[in-house]
Structures are given as structure tokens and as C-alpha cells.
């Protein structure tokens, strides 16, 4: 079952361009990891101060070897120090509504 994360950033106005270059890099090298279907960042419309992360893995596996990967790890050590507020996270599971 796929599992996908929704994870919600506001960097400090100074840090903005810091922040879009580091996560341009979780994305090119995230979306090369086998079991990511989607990764892809948002900026809210009318709201320069707030991004939003929507990823897609194959399965709680495919997470699991995200969060082990080096860049993911860096990433991990860089961000905290670039935002106003801690990162807000979700972890979701799909459900078939059609049903």
C-alpha cells in the first residue's frame, strides 16, 4: 500500500533562498530513490513565507529507506536552523472512497 507524507515548512524571510536550495536537491535526489512515485514542493499561493511537501513511496518500506538515505540525513541536520517553526508532518494512508 503506498504511503504518502504532507509535511508543511515556514523558513525565516531571511533564509528563503537558503531553504529552496536545499530542498531543490531533496527533490532532484529524492525522485531518483526507486520506491518514491511523487515528491513534489509547494509554495501557498499568496504566502511567500509557506511551503508544502507532498510525497508518494511505494510502500512503508520505500519510506523507511528515504529517511535512511545521506541526503535525507543532511537535509535533516540543515532545515531545523532555516525555519520560524518546527517542520508540521503527516504521514497518510490512502483510502478508497470510491468503495
Excluded: K
Excluded at 29 to 41: H, I, V
Excluded at 48 to 59: G, K, P, R, T, V
Excluded at 60 to 68: E, V
Excluded at 75 to 84: F, I
Amino acid at each position: 500500500m503506498t504511503v504518502s507524507v504532507f509535511a508543511s515548512f515556514h523558513p525565516h524571510a531571511e533564509s528563503t533562498e537558503e531553504f529552496l536550495e536545499l530542498m531543490a536537491g531533496m527533490v532532484r535526489d529524492t525522485r531518483a530513490e526507486p520506491g518514491c512515485l511523487r515528491y513534489d514542493l509547494f509554495a501557498a499561493a499568496g504566502d511567500a513565507s509557506s511551503y508544502h511537501l507532498f510525497e508518494i513511496y511505494a510502500d512503508g518500506d520505500a519510506l523507511d529507506a528515504h529517511r535512511g538515505t545521506e541526503h535525507y540525513q543532511a537535509y535533516r541536520a540543515a532545515v531545523p536552523g532555516l525555519l520560524a517553526e518546527p517542520i508540521a508532518v503527516l504521514v497518510l494512508e490512502p483510502i478508497d472512497a470510491s468503495s
